[in-house]
């Protein structure tokens, strides 16, 4: 049995919360012994941040279930991946024996990430296999039965495929396979050559991250000098001090939320667009792979904020990527991000034009939080 390892899953999502739940609790037990025990809020405010730490702590007991390994298995009775899932309806693990296969061929891609950079096909024996395989990360090929498998690019995979491949198995030589193993009497003619473009993998959260910060400093900014002006003259009154503390407030608290969800908005989030299919791969749990074959149409949406009449606030711009399969609907929610959407529409239109539904733009009301 060869085990290899291919990363680690990270719920960021769970872990942003820990880190928020550490800091507050850290800040107000902190701040209620700096304060002396005096003050009637003193003690609330101590044990209010020693429920917060409680709080981290119990979950903490459950560490191992916040990150965890991503293993491709290669053994003389089966291909498998293993990895644990916060779904059991929907775990990602598989196994595959090797007797329910005709053929099994590796690909790998230089030209893409390597978090992407590679790809493993079975080749069934039978037509119906597809329908016993409920991986979600499993994409069936509908026009050969096939089910691939992409996985990050690693060294050894194709040396392990062909060392555990039963012995009476073929090991046939490939100029477009990095390993290709077929069982006896199957003809390599029958098995097709893998699509040589890589796939078109387009980051999110490169500029998710970046709005938050500028969004953050901009609030932190405006909140302190508020605040500094309402402490630091000495010819404010009291009433316009409270005015702007009143209103500085508020931006000092964004500003500190903004840079406590960084963990979270910053978590790898991507498109993986290729020949077979199309993927969005979250680590929060709500991505979904779909193959060309179960989707009906690809499309984008805009909804631009009507602007209130005389307001300053500027319009309000939120890009959405709309997949439309035979089952159900799926909807990515991207923010501000015009060159990612138009990055997702030309990739569609490179491997299934005839799926690519437009971008239509839409108005929402001058409060759109979405």
């Given at each position: 049995m060869t085990r290899i390892r291919l990363g680690w899953e990270t719920r960021s999502d769970q872990i942003a919360v820990l880190v928020d739940f550490l800091i507050v609790?850290?800040?107000?037990?902190?701040?209620?012994s700096l304060s002396?025990?005096?003050?009637?809020?003193?003690?609330?405010?101590?044990?209010v941040?020693?429920?917060?730490?409680?709080?981290?702590g119990l979950r903490m007991l459950g560490w191992d279930s916040l990150r965890w390994p991503r293993d491709l298995v290669v053994s003389g009775d089966y291909v498998g991946y293993e990895?644990?899932?916060?779904?059991?309806?929907?775990?990602?693990?598989?196994r595959i024996s090797w007797d329910k296969l005709g053929a099994l061929a590796y690909h790998s891609d230089s030209d893409a990430p390597e978090r992407y950079g590679a790809a493993l096909v079975f080749f069934p024996k039978s037509k119906d296999f597809p329908d016993h395989v409920t991986s979600p990360v499993l994409v069936r090929l509908h026009r050969n039965s096939a089910v691939k498998f992409r996985l990050p690019r690693a060294a050894g995979v194709a040396e392990a495929i062909s060392a555990e491949a039963p012995q009476d198995w073929q090991r046939i030589p490939s100029g477009h396979w990095d390993a290709l193993v077929a069982a006896p009497g199957v003809s390599p003619q029958v098995i097709p050559e893998p699509d040589p473009r890589p796939p078109v993998v387009v980051n999110v959260n490169r500029r998710a991250v970046g709005q938050v910060l500028v969004g953050g400093v901009i609030a932190g900014c405006v909140g302190a000098a508020m605040i500094a002006a309402a402490f630091t003259s000495k010819q404010v009154e009291v009433g316009m001090q409270v005015f702007l503390t009143l209103f500085g407030a508020p931006f000092i608290l964004l500003a500190v939320v903004s840079v406590l969800g960084l963990p979270m908005v910053g978590r790898k989030r991507n498109f993986v667009i290729d020949a077979d299919s199309f993927t969005w791969d979250d680590p929060s749990g709500e991505g979904f792979t779909y193959s060309w074959h179960d989707i009906t149409s690809v499309a984008a949406h805009t909804s631009i904020s009507r602007k209130a009449p005389g307001s300053w606030a500027a319009r309000r711009r939120i890009d959405e990527v709309l997949v439309h399969t035979r089952e159900r609907n799926e909807t990515v929610s991207l923010g501000t991000q015009p060159a990612t959407v138009a990055r997702v529409a030309q990739a569609v239109q490179q491997f299934a034009p005839q799926l690519w539904a437009g971008a239509r733009t839409g108005t929402a009301g001058p409060f759109q939080l979405r």
């Open positions: 609790g850290l800040g107000l037990v902190l701040l209620g002396g025990w005096t003050g009637w809020i003193t003690v609330p405010m101590i044990i941040g020693v429920v917060f730490l409680l709080g981290m990895t644990k899932t916060f779904d059991s309806a929907m775990g990602k693990a598989f």
